[in-house]
């Protein structure tokens, strides 16, 4: 390391002040300058968390249209979240390092760890959960995956960034106490676990400041207190005044725009500098710590990882990941799985049963080599001996087409917006419903040719999608209508719903006897949601994400503020996402950690056995679990600290540690857990193990 340091600090020397001023601002809309007569290479970046972006024209929104860009699309956070598979999460994170590299990238602008306070972000599939330990356990993993292949995460949007309304300007108000422990441990972990290269700056205010040139987060809490030694690079256009930036720590503005030197870090800030107003110190520290991890990345040598990119290695990896993923939400009368040999035809129904999802969202859009949708998936796992028929039954609002990228305006109207055209054009209307009735009418008719209905439906990226929020939580394109009257006809239809975020169940829920939730899965996620469906794969997965009943349930609409313009206040403090609905007692729809397998598991013989005393003890929690059905299958243990005698304020319980545990039919494991209690946590004194938060299955006094 030493001579690692050494080598940025000659290099340092040798620099002048244009040369640094260069390397710490886009010169490109995803990269920063070289320096050539020293062999500094620029720093390629790219985009983001479900696999490496298309290549851009290096200053404008203009996609160059290659053949040789497109990549293995991989699940999304959420999807990488309702694994609970720390191991996977960090086979993820090696596939998308290693397709950083293999398309000559150096950072990848991933993963997004932001917490999913409300059901309504529209990010939230970019995301992992809505608890701070599921976050910073998955993140890690994929982050210390994604940096073996020498290039650098960056982990991002650091911090409090859970809403896109207005998200350049919006202030998120909070208690330090909720800031530290609920949105900023996965950061924390991103540094302190996995050693994280590279952090990116939020859009959003955070006391007053822009985080992206906010001292108190990129130093004081990021450098100081936490030992941070990467690089800080701003989201693009979170930057608004170059002194602030230029004192904060962060140490690469980036933007949308193509006048790269009137980039506040750019002229300005030489000028600056020249006049003697900001010290140029305060810049080498910059260029330093990008020397440095271009050293950790081994940019100046010659034996650099070389990665590499849609290997038929990645693909397998991207299928075991999505079939993980899904989550098996209810299944009355095992109407699941559906057994192959005796359908003889099968009816799809709905728009996300053909619709592609890849290259939409965002900046996380994908241009994937492919992507299997679930009818594909469905005829793939079927074979050609069985009729497989599709309706689309309802229709998606016309798409209005873009003539730019998107990106390209975000920086106007206070964050810009993704969404598709919401005119209300009386005429459009009406002659829409006409078309919805239509293709309801003809996905009914339908239904009753066919042995088995499956509906695929849910959202999509018009509705979960960079730029703006969603403002109900009800399934758009009435679907609820069609499937309220498709399981009228057809009791036995199998519900899929696919998204990036929980979605009201209308009234059909109770008469749907088998629902199924699946996230953006990457290209084989059609494929893999077909052999959950089939029963070649017992599901495993669990929500990341509490599914309110209605959205007024939902913490940051009950006690707090959301999707406002100005400031927003985190009223609901701690108690986000089941810890609100713990507290209040509250049924909700489906419960953070839900998620039912063809298999049962038993879980008996809990024992505590004391580690460490004093005020900080170790406590060793174990158990037996069984497998006690007919199949092999995977259950996630799920352990939670608290106490019924905890402040208002408090959860009743929080998850502290989880294991998925791999059992054949019949099998038994003792599974164990070590927990650090500290005496300063008030009124807990329980510890609770569960196959998700509300199916508590053993209980101990600590
Ligand atoms: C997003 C970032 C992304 C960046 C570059 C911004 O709009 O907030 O997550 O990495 O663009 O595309």
């Not at 695929?456 to 109900?472: A, I, K, P, T, Y």
């Not at 009791?491 to 006897?513: F, H, I, R, Y």
């Not at 070649?536 to 503020?561: M, R, W």
């Not at 038993?602 to 037996?624: C, H, M, W």
């Amino acid at each position: 390391m030493d001579r690692e340091n050494d080598k940025a600090k000659s290099l340092l020397k040798q620099l002048t002040l244009e040369e640094k001023i260069g390397m710490i601002h886009g010169a490109e809309l995803f990269a920063t300058k070289g320096v050539e007569r020293l062999g500094i290479p620029p720093l390629k970046m790219s985009d983001g968390p479900m696999g490496v972006r298309k290549e851009y024209e290096p200053d404008s929104w203009k996609a160059l249209d290659l053949s040789d860009d497109y990549v293995t699309y991989l699940p999304c956070n959420s999807a990488i979240a309702a694994t609970w598979n720390r191991e996977l999460a960090y086979t993820i994170g090696k596939v998308l390092g290693e397709e950083t590299r293999g398309r000559g990238k150096d950072i990848i602008l991933a993963p997004g760890v932001n917490i999913k306070r409300s059901p309504l972000c529209g990010r939230n599939f970019e995301y992992y959960s809505e608890d701070p330990l599921l976050t910073a356990e998955m993140a890690a993993a994929e982050i210390k995956g994604i940096q073996e292949c020498d290039v650098a995460a960056c982990v991002k949007h650091f911090a409090a960034n859970s809403q896109e309304t207005e998200r350049l300007w919006m202030e998120s108000v909070m208690d330090d106490e909720v800031m530290e422990r609920i949105y900023l441990p996965a950061f924390y972990a991103a540094v302190k676990k996995a050693g994280v290269y590279a952090v990116m700056g939020a859009y959003n205010r955070w006391k007053g400041v822009h985080c992206c040139q906010n001292r108190e987060l990129l130093t004081h809490v990021l450098r100081e207190e936490w030992g941070f030694d990467g690089v800080v690079i701003s989201d693009w256009g979170g930057v608004h005044d170059t002194e602030l930036a230029a004192q904060s720590g962060l140490d690469i503005e980036m933007s949308v725009t193509d006048n790269f030197d009137s980039y506040y870090m750019a002229n300005p800030l030489k000028e600056a500098v020249e006049r003697g107003e900001i010290p140029e110190e305060l810049i080498d520290e910059k260029v330093l710590r990008i020397l440095k991890l271009m050293e950790r990345l081994h940019m100046f040598s010659d034996d650099r990882k070389q990665g590499c990119y849609n290997t038929p290695q990645h693909r397998q990896k991207a299928l075991e990941a999505a079939q993980e993923s899904v989550v098996l939400l209810k299944n009355e009368d095992k109407l699941l799985p559906l057994k192959p040999g005796k359908i003889t035809s099968l009816l799809v129904v709905g728009d996300n049963g053909e619709r592609l999802h890849a290259s939409g969202g965002g900046s996380a859009e994908i241009k994937a080599l492919y992507e299997i949708s679930p009818l594909m998936g469905i005829k793939m796992f079927l074979g050609g001996n069985v009729r497989v028929g599709y309706a689309r039954g309802y229709l998606v609002d016309e798409e209005t087409q873009q003539e730019e990228n998107w990106q390209e305006t975000s920086l106007e109207n206070g964050g810009g917006s993704m969404g598709a055209d919401q005119s209300s054009d009386a005429d459009r209307k009406a002659r829409m419903e006409l078309r919805r009735r239509e293709a309801r009418e003809e996905a009914l008719r339908m239904a009753l040719e066919y042995d088995q209905v499956i509906f695929v439906g849910g959202l999509n990226h018009q509705e979960d999608s960079e730029g703006h929020d969603r403002d109900c939580l009800t399934l758009p394109y009435g679907q609820d209508l069609l499937i309220q009257e498709l399981l009228k006809i057809r009791p036995d239809t199998v519900v899929v719903l696919m998204g990036g975020n929980p979605m009201e169940m209308g009234e059909w829920k109770d008469s749907a006897k088998g629902i199924v939730y699946t996230s953006y899965a990457g290209c084989e996620g059609g494929y893999a949601l077909a052999s959950v469906l089939f029963g070649a794969v017992n599901p495993s997965g669990k929500l990341p994400q509490t599914f309110p009943k209605k959205l007024s349930q939902s913490p940051d609409q009950a006690l707090g503020e959301f999707g406002l313009k100005d400031q927003v206040h985190y009223r609901e403090g701690l108690l986000v996402g089941y810890r609100y609905y713990d507290r209040k007692e509250l049924e909700p729809e489906f419960c953070f950690g839900h998620g039912l397998s063809y298999t049962s598991f038993a879980y008996d013989n809990l024992t505590l056995k004391p580690l460490k005393e004093g005020k900080q003890s170790l406590i060793e929690v174990s158990f037996r679990l069984s497998n006690t059905g007919d199949r092999d299958g995977a259950e996630v243990a799920q352990l939670y600290l608290g106490g019924p005698n905890r402040q208002e304020s408090e959860p009743v319980r929080e998850l502290i540690d989880f294991k998925k545990v791999f059992l054949k039919a019949g099998e038994s494991a003792v599974v164990t857990f070590e927990v650090p209690c500290s005496e300063e946590k008030a009124g807990v004194n329980l510890v609770y193990l569960g196959s998700s938060s509300r199916d508590i299955r053993l209980e101990a006094e600590l």
